[in-house]
């Protein structure tokens, strides 16, 4: 890490949902919250709590130098909605293959 950044994972209590067009893709209780410097807490859920036959892989990959290179998925109406990453680095190794999407519903646990 750099001087002055920091990320912190936790493991989250509340419940983590994201609803599409009325659809509900992803629901979880047991969200990872990364937090890290000048950044907003990030939710990623278990592959289990994802609905991952909503989405549609992407050729967009983004790279982190605090967490790897991220693959992407996009919704039938939202393109690279959703991240993870599948060899994370070691620092933050309990995120792998862990979904996180831009928006979320968070209901306090």
Known sequence: MTAGHKIT???GTE???VVREGRIVAESSRPLLLRETGCPVR???P????RTDALAPSDTT????FKGTASYWSLPDVKDAVWAYPEPN???AQIKDHFCFYEVEVEAA
């Open 90 to 92: 070691d620092s933050v």
């Open 62 to 65: 983004t790279y982190c130098p």
């Open 43 to 45: 939710y990623y859920l």
């Open 47 to 50: 592959p289990r709590d994802v």
């Open 9 to 11: 994972i936790e493991q």
């Open 15 to 17: 419940r983590v949902r």
